[in-house]
């Protein structure tokens, strides 16, 4: 299912996959046969990611690129385009936190963490759709995550951030659908990862309790939702929200 046309293989942009869940994204894509492009702000960690893809005989390249800012977005895919001839998949995953209290937050946390998880969503979006267009097709996943449907004290920037990857995802699946793009979302519960180690024990355990398969998710889990909803196997399904969350969240 990885070739778009005769031996051509179909490539996949994965921001913020130097470490962790976009790392895995990365890994899993191109282990299904996806050309991948690997880009982050963090150029030593880009580097010995795509040392390990390319060990492990993956097509891919990586581009140092800061997705909130247009300049690098559009680089990006001018990229990708140059180095594989076209983009089928695009995986905003780039994402950060700046946690604390509403009455303690201040301006710049609000703004950075809109900034790179939902400005940084719509400028590779719109990078992208134009190479799409031509093609008539092309298959977006934005990372969200479950606090953008529950909310979380502590984190009302973050949870506010990626409830607008919700909706900006929807509107794009609207404005896009006759054009054969598609795109959807989705929302991850407790995943293990550099950005979750960091939570004291107490929280993880008061997490749990919260968890109906009692366990933790691991970046594969969320990796391979990605690689179905970027699939022709997904091709009739757009605008739509998957939690993977051990049933944490339901509708
Ligand atoms: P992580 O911190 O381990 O990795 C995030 C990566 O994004 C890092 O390599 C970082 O350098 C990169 N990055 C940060 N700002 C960037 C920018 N402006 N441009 C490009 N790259 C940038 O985090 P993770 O746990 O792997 O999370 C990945 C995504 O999954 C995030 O969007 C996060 O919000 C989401 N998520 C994570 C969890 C979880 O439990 N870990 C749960 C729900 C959602």
Excluded: H
Aim: glycine share 10%.
């Amino acid at each position: 299912m990885t070739e778009s046309n005769g031996s051509q293989p179909r490539v996949a942009i994965v921001t913020g996959s130097a470490r962790g869940i976009g790392f895995e994204i990365a890994r899993v894509l191109g282990s299904e046969g996806y050309a991948v492009v690997l880009s982050d702000i963090n150029e030593e960690g880009l580097t010995t990611a795509v040392r390990k893809l390319e060990e492990a005989k993956i097509a891919c390249v990586g581009v140092k690129a800061d997705a909130s800012q247009t300049e690098d977005a559009e680089k990006l895919v001018a990229a990708a385009i140059e180095k594989f001839g076209r983009v089928d998949v695009l995986v905003n995953n780039a994402g950060i936190t700046r946690d604390g209290l509403i009455m303690r937050m201040d301006e710049n946390a609000w703004d950075l963490v809109l900034k790179v998880n939902l400005k940084g969503t719509f400028l590779m979006s719109k990078a992208v759709v134009r190479p799409m267009l031509k093609q008539k097709s092309g298959s977006i996943v934005n990372i969200a995550s479950v606090i953008g449907l529950m909310g979380n004290a502590g984190q009302a920037n973050y949870a506010a951030s990626k409830a607008g990857i919700i909706g900006f995802t929807k509107s794009f699946a609207k404005e896009f659908g006759r054009k054969g793009i598609r795109a959807n979302a989705i929302a991850p519960g407790f995943i293990q990862s550099e950005m979750t180690a960091v939570l004291p024990e107490k929280v993880k355990e008061q997490m749990l309790t919260q968890i109906p398969m009692e366990a933790f998710g691991t970046p594969t889990d969320v990796a391979n939702a990605v690689s179905f909803l970027a699939s022709d196997k997904a091709s009739y399904i757009t605008g739509q929200v998957l939690t993977v969350d051990g049933g944490m969240v339901m509708a």
